[in-house]
């Protein structure tokens, strides 16, 4: 099997995560695998196969006009065409929705098939009017197009309806690789302190605001209890300001990003993801897997695919209700038997998302679109 990825970047995001995880997986079953990205080698930050071919396009970049856009994006198709021509795959898979645009132009009349993907339920972080207009057109071009989400695929047949869509949710695997940065809990949290962990990049989307609005209601009952924030993002001088107006620098740490978080989810006491709106967020997959209790809003997808509410964790209605928010958290970091009970149950996530698991769906996927090879893993 030759399977060429094409993604925007491989940098520290989500959808990233699984396109590293993806391709290593396909690189242990002996297939060529390619990974294409629009960015440069100097944005990756997950680590790749050795038996991975990587090709960067250096093609990233806003541009300033619409007349500019047209013509970076016309580039774009050009070279990915190129690239594709020369490796001609049995399949091309598209991470996200401008690669999977871009990808389905690319391939018009080579032959091959393309699989686009939606990793955010797209009425949540709508597109622009350019890309939405263009992958309403392209989209049913291409040979599927997978949502992680039951609720993802009802949009797409409401509002593409002639693109076949699928779900498949996003893999986990199980113990995570170990990268730079490296930093230790301990030099954060002493032994001593609980520890109320969330993970996800300083931006609007995670809801970082919601969440130190509700620990600040938290700490004088909970005295023993910190509050770590792993990533990194452009909210972060406003988020260090609201703690300092609640009097938090004490209570909450903001390390910036960490390439060893699994060692973070071992140490946490409690999780909790407080997002305006998700795709399917690994974090909490992956923190589960840890044995793990989870809080989490029950935004309009993922979480509530992955929280059994009330055997793993905690779902909170509606988003954004602070005082919710602050009542789950309390009702677990005051109960240490019900939120260890829900940390054991947590670990059963490993098999429910296991990469075997996830790699069948797309294997069979693959059987559908590429008929003259039976694909095996």
Same mark, same amino acid.
């Given at each position: 099997?030759?399977?060429?990825?094409?993604? $925007?970047?491989?940098?520290?995001?989500? /959808?990233?995560?699984?396109? /590293?995880?993806?391709?290593?997986?396909?690189?242990?079953? +002996?297939?060529?695998?390619?990974?294409?990205?629009?960015?440069?080698?100097?944005?990756?930050?997950? %680590?790749?196969?050795?038996?991975?071919?990587?090709i960067a396009l250096d093609l990233s970049g806003e541009s300033s006009s619409i007349l500019k856009a047209?013509?970076?994006?016309?580039? !774009?198709?050009?070279?990915?065409?190129?690239?594709? !021509?020369?490796?001609?795959?049995?399949?091309?898979?598209?991470?996200?929705?401008?690669?999977?645009?871009?990808?389905?132009?690319?391939?018009?009349?080579? +032959?091959?098939?393309?699989?686009?993907? %939606?990793?955010?339920?797209?009425?949540?972080?709508?597109?622009?009017?350019?890309?939405?207009?263009?992958?309403?057109?392209?989209y049913p071009y291409a040979a599927r197009v997978v949502m992680l989400t039951s609720e993802g695929l009802?949009?797409? $047949? $409401?509002?593409?309806? &002639?693109?076949?869509?699928?779900?498949?949710?996003?893999?986990?695997? @199980?113990?995570? /690789?170990?990268?730079?940065?490296?930093?230790?809990?301990?030099?954060?949290?002493?032994? %001593? &302190? &609980?520890?109320?962990?969330?993970? +996800?990049?300083?931006?609007?989307?995670?809801?970082?605001?919601?969440?130190?609005?509700?620990?600040?209601?938290?700490?004088?009952?909970?005295?023993?209890?910190?509050?770590?924030?792993?990533?990194?993002?452009?909210?972060? %001088?406003?988020?260090?300001?609201?703690?300092?107006?609640?009097?938090?620098?004490?209570?909450?740490?903001?390390?910036?990003?960490?390439?060893?978080?699994?060692?973070?989810?071992?140490?946490?006491?409690?999780?909790?993801?407080?997002?305006?709106?998700?795709?399917?967020?690994?974090?909490?997959?992956?923190?589960?897997?840890?044995?793990?209790?989870?809080?989490? @809003?029950?935004?309009?997808?993922?979480?509530?695919?992955?929280? !059994?509410?009330?055997?793993?964790?905690?779902?909170?209605?509606?988003?954004?209700?602070?005082?919710?928010?602050?009542?789950?958290?309390?009702?677990?970091?005051?109960?240490?038997?019900?939120?260890?009970? #829900?940390?054991?149950?947590?670990?059963?996530?490993?098999?429910?998302?296991?990469?075997?698991?996830?790699?069948? #769906?797309? *294997?069979?996927?693959? *059987?559908?679109?590429?008929?003259?090879?039976?694909?095996?893993?």
């Amino acid at each position: 099997m030759n399977i060429v990825i094409l993604t $925007n970047s491989m940098s520290s995001g989500g /959808a990233e995560r699984v396109t /590293a995880n993806l391709a290593n997986e396909w690189a242990k079953c +002996g297939w060529q695998v390619t990974v294409i990205t629009l960015a440069p080698k100097s944005m990756d930050f997950y %680590e790749l196969s050795s038996d991975i071919s990587r090709i960067a396009l250096d093609l990233s970049g806003e541009s300033s006009s619409i007349l500019k856009a047209i013509l970076s994006n016309l580039h !774009r198709v050009i070279a990915i065409r190129r690239e594709l !021509r020369r490796l001609s795959p049995d399949i091309v898979l598209a991470v996200m929705t401008t690669s999977s645009v871009l990808a389905i132009l690319a391939g018009i009349r080579l +032959g091959i098939p393309v699989i686009a993907t %939606e990793h955010n339920y797209p009425p949540m972080k709508p597109a622009n009017l350019f890309w939405d207009r263009i992958r309403k057109w392209t989209y049913p071009y291409a040979a599927r197009v997978v949502m992680l989400t039951s609720e993802g695929l009802d949009w797409l $047949n $409401n509002k593409i309806p &002639r693109a076949r869509g699928v779900v498949i949710p996003n893999p986990s695997s @199980y113990p995570l /690789a170990i990268s730079e940065p490296f930093l230790a809990p301990a030099a954060w949290i002493a032994s %001593e &302190r &609980r520890l109320l962990l969330a993970v +996800g990049r300083l931006d609007e989307q995670k809801g970082f605001d919601y969440l130190l609005m509700a620990f600040s209601e938290l700490v004088a009952a909970h005295q023993d209890w910190d509050l770590v924030v792993l990533g990194e993002g452009l909210l972060r %001088e406003a988020l260090e300001l609201q703690m300092q107006t609640h009097a938090l620098e004490t209570r909450v740490h903001l390390p910036g990003r960490v390439g060893n978080v699994s060692d973070w989810y071992q140490r946490a006491d409690l999780y909790v993801m407080s997002s305006r709106y998700e795709g399917f967020p690994m974090t909490l997959v992956e923190v589960m897997a840890h044995g793990c209790a989870a809080v989490s @809003y029950d935004c309009d997808t993922g979480p509530r695919d992955i929280i !059994r509410h009330g055997v793993d964790g905690l779902l909170v209605s509606p988003v954004g209700d602070v005082p919710a928010l602050a009542s789950a958290l309390d009702q677990l970091m005051r109960n240490d038997e019900a939120r260890e009970r #829900m940390g054991q149950r947590a670990i059963e996530i490993r098999e429910r998302y296991s990469p075997e698991s996830i790699l069948t #769906m797309w *294997n069979k996927l693959f *059987n559908e679109e590429v008929s003259s090879q039976v694909i095996k893993c």
